[in-house]
């Protein structure tokens, strides 16, 4: 039995997990950006329609050999866990797939930074045929550039939602645009905002990222600001925070290194999340914390009825004492604690402590430590 193959890039949503990777282009078109470690040695190139049609050709027969798996193991066609394990040892090129079938087989993310630069009479194609081979598929989501989006009409978005694109990522990081030029984003605040305002126009879902402690110590107020400005002007259906960590392979790490730009301590991001998310007026959007390098993951809801309590959320963090706050961060960076309620548990509570005394026999500084922590999620 030949090999079914077929490409995928290495980086999607954290919401994405369980989707259906299918690759259209080969990296990042800008691949600047000072704080992303992704793509830096790797070209962009666009792939061939005709590629991009077998690999869902292929996946289409990768769906039948791990059905037939099934089949073979009396599970009538299921894909469980059993059926995944069975996958992964005999055909392992096909997990991936096994693993979606396993999750609902229900959505699609098309790789990889920037889909959007495939001409909009592929893209329909693409789109049609993934409907084709896959009439379960409820979701299709993307990155794109907010440069890219810009040179699309509104009347194209529309053809692609009608084509069945769902949904639309998109890396604002920050609205402020000395924030922007320094970290190399090739666009403006004003840009961000138009592109935003034309996703949303062609009824497309648009979720937008935003980088916390992006502007350092010395613009984090002005990006707060800023970022929150954009935001209110686009209204996005989804808001999703990540907190900055900066690699040793992003290009961010040699301004760091020279003293060029001046991380944010955890408490201060946490002081800047509290200021953005004030700033945020007018909007319906879900604001989401959904990333292990964000300290308070708890921070979510939907504007305006859950905003006083994601300000509370901060507000109760920023308000405990010190060695509190020393506590929680080594037992988020940890894995023992997911939320502040979670130093109520007098077990989690005290392996966090025995850690703590651990770092103070050793010598080490706690900002030290957490910081090689962090860099592990990166």
Known sequence: MSKVTFQQGPIRPPNEANS?????????????????????????????IEEIKN????????????????????????INRQTVAM???????????AFWQFHGGKTVFMQDADSLLLPVEQLIEILNLL???????????????????????????IS???????????GLESGNDQVLEFMKKGVSGKQQAEAGIKVKESGISLSEYVILGLGGENLWREHAIDTAKVLNTINPDFIRFRTLAISPSAPLYDSFQ???????????????????????EGITSFLYSDHILNLLEEVCGQFPDHKEKMKGVLNQYLSMPDQQRVMFRIGRRTGYF??????????????????????????????HYIEELTRRYI
């Open 20 to 48: 259906l990777l299918l690759r259209l282009t080969r990296n990042c078109p800008w691949n600047r950006c000072l704080f992303c470690p992704v793509y830096k040695n790797e070209k962009f190139s666009r792939r061939d």
């Open 87 to 97: 996958v992964s040892a005999r055909y392992p090129e096909l997990l991936s797939v």
């Open 258 to 280: 020279r003293g060029e730009f001046k991380p944010l301590k955890e408490d201060d991001v946490i002081r800047e999340e509290a200021l953005l998310i004030d700033q945020l």
């Open 160 to 170: 692609l939602k009608e084509s069945g694109l769902t949904r639309i990522h998109v």
């Open 338 to 367: 997911k939320s502040l309620q979670d130093m109520k548990n007098d077990s989690l509570m005290s392996a966090v402590e025995n850690i703590y005394k651990q770092i103070q026999n050793k010598g080490f500084s706690v900002d």
């Open 55 to 78: 690999d869902i050709h292929a996946i289409s027969e990768a769906v039948k050999r791990t059905r037939a798996v099934s089949e073979e193991m009396g599970f009538n066609g299921e």
């Open 131 to 157: 409907k084709e081979k896959f009439p379960n598929v409820e979701r299709i989501t993307t990155y794109a550039r907010s440069r890219s989006l810009l040179r699309r009409s509104v009347k194209e978005l």
